[in-house]
């Protein structure tokens, strides 16, 4: 995946208004992708759409999809959300003994593959098949629900493989999701991550639009590796 020049911002949907998922990714028509979390009730405590949601949602609007699947089986079901359309698919190292396969499943699809750790997984083990994907998303909540306070010790991993982007031995984009508003996201982006999942902190702002600018400065100006 080619190296972003800017902070790339992607406003959750698991904190806008499900009745009104249209309407809710038009109002953050600026944003750099619009994060998705897929949730069964079984991987996490919690239930929230599927695939048929996400087609919906692709028609409705050009704002690339970034798929989070916390599900279990990823190898089943991850490369159908690619077929549809999604550019980003991303799943759970801790759901599956072969992320590599799912990886490679979910490119042969047509998306960009994405590998997704818990706050308290550590990446050292991780760190020799990330070339195998584009996307690393760092989790600062743990997954599951919305509106969690963030863990500033994750950024240890996101710095980790920051300095392996940096010198070259290491291609990938560096996500984070949990927690990341005004308060957090300055800290994020210092520490190198390059895309930033955001939830309340867009969508429950009077103009998510403005939000998803805001947050994009913010970030831009703590990033020692990205430009506004």
Do not use: H, R, W
């Given at each position: 995946m080619a190296k972003p020049t800017r902070p790339m911002i992607a406003p959750s949907i698991l904190s806008a208004d499900f009745a009104w998922l249209g309407r809710e990714a038009a109002a953050v028509e600026g944003a750099d992708w619009l994060h998705v979390d897929v949730m069964d009730a079984h991987f996490v405590p919690n239930l929230t759409l599927g695939l048929p949601v996400v087609e919906s949602l692709l028609k409705a609007t050009d704002i690339p999809m970034d798929c989070h699947l916390m599900i279990t089986d990823p190898g089943r079901w991850a490369p159908g959300y690619a077929e549809a359309g999604a550019h980003n698919v991303t799943f759970h190292a801790e759901a599956t003994d072969d992320p590599v396969s799912v990886g490679r499943d979910i490119r042969a699809a047509g998306a960009k593959a994405?590998?997704?750790?818990?706050?308290?997984?550590?990446?050292?083990?991780?760190?020799?098949i990330l070339r195998h994907f584009d996307t690393l998303l760092v989790m600062s909540v743990e997954p599951?629900?919305?509106?969690?306070?963030?863990?500033?010790?994750?950024l240890t991993k996101v710095a980790a493989v920051r300095k392996l982007v940096d010198s070259g031995e290491l291609t990938i984009l560096?996500?984070?999701?949990?927690?990341?508003?005004?308060?957090?996201?300055?800290?994020?982006?210092?520490?190198?991550?390059?895309?930033?999942?955001?939830?309340?902190?867009?969508?429950g702002a009077a103009d998510p639009g403005a939000a998803v600018e805001a947050l994009r400065r913010q970030a831009g100006l703590a990033s020692p590796h990205l430009l506004l």
């Open positions: 994405g590998l997704s750790v818990k706050p308290g997984t550590p990446i050292e083990p991780y760190l020799e599951g629900f919305g509106g969690q306070s963030f863990i500033p010790e994750v560096v996500e984070i999701d949990g927690g990341i508003n005004a308060d957090t996201i300055e800290q994020a982006a210092a520490a190198g991550v390059d895309c930033f999942v955001a939830g309340s902190a867009v969508y």
